[in-house]
C-alpha cells in the first residue's frame, strides 16, 4: 500500500513559478513509475507529466507544457516534484500524482492507475 500526499499548490501570478511535490510512503516508492495529471473545473482530468521508476531517467511531458514544466524525483525523500514556470490561467487546476508499476505508457494513459493522491490547488490569476 503507497500513500500519496501533495503540497505545494496555491495562488500565484501569470508567469510565476511553483513547485508541486508528492511525497509517497513505504519502502517501495522508488519502483513505481509517477505521474503528474490536473483537472480544471468543468473538464477533464489530463495528464501532465511522466518519470520512470528507479533512477527516473526516463520522463516525458505534455505538449501544453513541454518548456515550462518539469518532472523529478528523489527516491531518498520518497519524492517526486514538479516544477512549474511561466504559469498562465490555463494552467489553473488540481493537480494530482499517481504511481503505477505497468510503465509510462500507462502512466499517460491515466487508467486505473495504482495510487492517487488527494490533490492540490493551483490559481493562476492576477
Known amino acids: 500500500q503507497v500513500q500519496l500526499v501533495e503540497s505545494g499548490g496555491g495562488l500565484v501570478q501569470p508567469g510565476g513559478s511553483l513547485r508541486l511535490s508528492c511525497a509517497g510512503s513505504?519502502?517501495?516508492?522508488?519502483?513505481?513509475?509517477m505521474g503528474w495529471f490536473r483537472q480544471a473545473p468543468g473538464k477533464e482530468r489530463e495528464f501532465v507529466a511522466g518519470?520512470?521508476?528507479?533512477?527516473?531517467?526516463?520522463?516525458f511531458l505534455a505538449n501544453s507544457v513541454k518548456g515550462r514544466f518539469t518532472i523529478s524525483r528523489d527516491n531518498d525523500k520518497n519524492t517526486v516534484y514538479l516544477q512549474m514556470n511561466s504559469l498562465n490561467p490555463e494552467d489553473t487546476a488540481v493537480y494530482y500524482c499517481?504511481?503505477?508499476?505497468?510503465?509510462?505508457?500507462?502512466?499517460?494513459?491515466?487508467?486505473?492507475?495504482?495510487?492517487w493522491g488527494q490533490g492540490t490547488q493551483v490559481t493562476v490569476s492576477s
Open positions: 499517481a504511481a503505477d508499476r505497468r510503465g509510462l505508457d500507462g502512466i499517460r494513459r491515466g487508467v486505473n492507475l495504482d495510487y
Open positions: 513505504g519502502r517501495t516508492f522508488s519502483s513505481f513509475d
Open positions: 518519470i520512470s521508476r528507479y533512477g527516473g531517467y526516463t520522463y
